[in-house]
């Protein structure tokens, strides 16, 4: 089992969707979440971290649940410019300062 | 945005000349790393730093050194480049090796 999975997708939705990703771990004692978001032949850029309590950004939701080792992102009323793609992050903690990079999700947002 | 740079941004090279590629940081963050991303493997680790000369392997390590003799500068070098390493390479910066700033990008195409 791979690190950190994500569904490549693509997500294809049309604007003022509500659509989620989600995106599994495989270390159990992992420490710290992030969501990022690439464009295509850009450099990725942080999004949002993922908190135990779960985290909220204007349209964007980011929650952890533990229990089943997964972080997940809503993205509520889709804009066009939200088509990304979405790197989910986790770094396993313990003074480990690698984090590990999901192969990310494609989400394709049109009119 | 952070202060990162990567010099330079295109270079094509031919098989078997050596190659340096310059990451620079005006933020004084400790942790520095080197990323290439290649269609279907996602964001790749090649080195990382965690402090001045203090430099470490990524999962993708062979054929690549680094170097760095100052905080602000990270140094990727193909001692030989080949065509297996055309690909998109990406510097990050971290302050606490969690949440990373990443550079614009170095397309570098080897013929």
């Known amino acids: 089992r791979k690190e950190v999975e994500q569904d490549p997708g693509p997500f294809n939705v049309p604007e003022g969707a509500t659509v989620a990703f989600n995106c599994t771990y495989s270390n159990s004692a992992s420490q710290s979440f992030f969501w990022y978001r690439q464009d295509c032949r850009k450099e990725p850029k942080l999004l949002m971290s993922v908190y135990s309590s779960g985290n909220e950004d204007g349209r964007f939701t980011a929650q952890l649940n533990r229990a089943s080792q997964y972080i997940s992102l809503l993205i509520r009323d889709s804009k066009l410019s939200d088509s990304a793609t979405y790197l989910c992050?986790?770094?396993?903690?313990?003074?480990?300062?690698?984090?590990?990079f999901g192969r990310g999700t494609s989400l394709i947002v049109h009119p | 945005d952070a202060g990162i740079t990567q010099s330079p941004r295109h270079k094509v090279t031919e098989t078997g000349t050596p190659v340096t590629l310059r990451c620079h940081q005006t933020e004084n963050h400790r942790y520095m790393y080197w990323y290439r991303q290649d269609p279907g493997h996602g964001l790749r680790l090649i080195h990382y730093s965690y402090g001045v000369k203090d430099t470490d392997k990524g999962e993708v390590s062979d054929g690549y050194s680094v170097s760095r003799s100052k905080t602000e500068d990270f140094l990727l070098t193909l001692e030989s480049a080949t065509s297996s390493q055309t690909s998109v390479y990406f510097c990050?910066?971290?302050?606490?090796?969690?949440?990373?700033?990443f550079g614009p990008g170095t397309r570098l195409t080897v013929t």
């Open positions: 990050a910066i971290s302050s606490t090796g969690d949440e990373q700033y």
């Open positions: 992050v986790v770094n396993k903690g313990g003074g480990s300062y690698i984090p590990t």
